[in-house]
């Protein structure tokens, strides 16, 4: 089973800082790493496919990157909407397995 | 846009069995996509459960799988969970999920299971 150690588990930040979140791997998962976003009360969103890829419809200050074990999540110029519960998922091999996520808050 | 929204028993006793369903909007049931539940317990992280692929079979978290049944019913838009034998352990966030791949593109609210006598 790959195990994903996500962090921080909770940052703060401040309108227009850029923020990484770090996913690593305890085995190589490729590029089969996803990235979602959970506000409280609302559906999770799909913001990351394969490590890099901007889902459409979600702003360019997110980005991914990485590959094999090491992935980040970065938002760039971050802003008050951006508080949430950010985690990541690696679709590699069975059992699909999670980090335990960060929780971002904005001040 | 897929909307998918769960229902079911937010308290089920010790020993029964948990049933939750998945309601998925429009006509995505009959599109191909591969079909999820996922779960968080208290305080802890995500926990994928299985999920259910466009060719029917289906693939479970060897920590539930003797437990877990997910199936599909088309005529009624749903997806659907049963889990056996359940204990406090099983205490937790019940999410569903739908894809095009994996399952994981368009997730629902959630719901509390609580198993409690």
């Known amino acids: 089973e790959t195990t994903l150690t996500q962090s921080p588990a909770f940052m703060s930040a401040t309108p227009g800082d850029k923020v990484n979140i770090s996913c690593k791997a305890s085995q190589d998962i490729d590029h089969d790493l996803n990235w979602y976003q959970r506000k409280p009360g609302e559906r999770a969103i799909f913001i990351i496919q394969?490590?890099?890829t901007l889902v459409p419809g979600i702003p360019p200050r997110f980005s991914g990157s990485g590959y094999g074990t090491d992935f980040t999540l970065t938002i760039n110029n971050i802003e008050s909407e951006d508080a949430a519960y950010y985690f990541c998922l690696q679709h590699d091999n069975f059992p699909y397995t999670f980090g335990q996520g960060t929780k971002l808050e904005i001040k | 846009q897929l909307q998918l929204q769960e229902s079911g028993s937010g308290l089920v006793k010790p020993s029964q069995t948990l049933s939750l369903t998945c309601a998925v909007s429009?006509?995505?049931?009959?599109?191909?996509?591969?079909w999820s539940w996922i779960r968080q317990s208290p305080g802890k992280g995500l926990d994928w459960i299985g999920y259910i692929i466009r060719s029917g079979n289906t693939y479970y978290n060897p920590s539930l799988k003797s437990r877990v049944t997910i199936s599909v019913d088309r005529s009624k838009k749903q997806f659907s969970l049963k889990v056996t034998s359940v204990t406090a352990a099983d205490t937790a966030v019940y999410y569903c999920a739908g894809g095009i791949d994996y399952g994981f593109d368009y997730w629902g609210q959630g719901i509390l299971v609580t198993v409690s006598s």
């Open positions: 394969e490590g890099t």
């Open positions: 429009g006509d995505y049931i009959n599109s191909g996509y591969s």
